[in-house]
C-alpha cells in the first residue's frame, strides 16, 4: 500500500527531475547555434571593416643615421628703407648684440633694452670694453656711448672687423662698463645670413 505521502513526495520529485532534463537540454541545444551566430556576426563586422578600409597606402619610412636637432636661429633681421639690422639676443635675454648698415655706413653695438637710463660708465665718451670671441683672447676695446644719452646703447669700434669675425664665430662675451656692475653678456653668434 502506498501512502498518500509517498504518492505525492515521488510526483514532486519526478517533476522536479523532468524539468531539469527539460531545461537543461534546450540550453545544451542552443549552444551550438549561439556560436555558430557569433561567428557569422564575426565574419560580418571584419568584412565590413575591410570594406571601410579605403585604399590600401603603405609608407615606407627611412630613419636617418644621425638626427638633425632643430636649431633656432640666433639672429633677426629687420629692413626699413634703406636701413637693415641683423641682431641677437644675449643668452639671459637681457642685451642684444647688433649691426646696422644705412646708406652703405655699418655701426655695431650693444643694447639694453630692459635697463633704466643709461647703465654705461663712461669717461668722456669713452667705454673701455672687453670682448672675447670663442676661446680668443679677450680684447678691450673703446666703445662709444650715444649722444642722445639714456638710449642704453654703446657702440663697438670697427664694426667692419667685428662683423668678419662673426661671422665665423660661435659665441661671443661682451663685458661693457657699467655703474656698479660687473657684467658679461654672452652671445651665440654662428649662423648670420646677412648680406
Known sequence: MRSPRGILARAIFSETVQDKVTTTQPVCDRLPRMKAVEIVALSMLFMLAACNAGPHVVVHEEEDPAPVPHATPNWDYKTEGSTSWACTHSIDNSAELCFRRAQGHLDSYLHLPSREGNPFFCSQ??????????????????????????????FLPAPDKLLREVEHAKQIRVSPPMFGVDQQFVFNVDGIKWP
Not at 670682448?131 to 654703446?154: N, P, S, W
Open 125 to 154: 665718451k669713452h667705454c673701455e670694453t672687453k670682448i672675447q670671441i670663442d676661446a680668443a683672447t679677450e680684447q678691450k676695446v673703446q666703445g662709444t656711448d650715444d649722444e642722445a644719452a639714456g638710449t642704453r646703447i654703446l
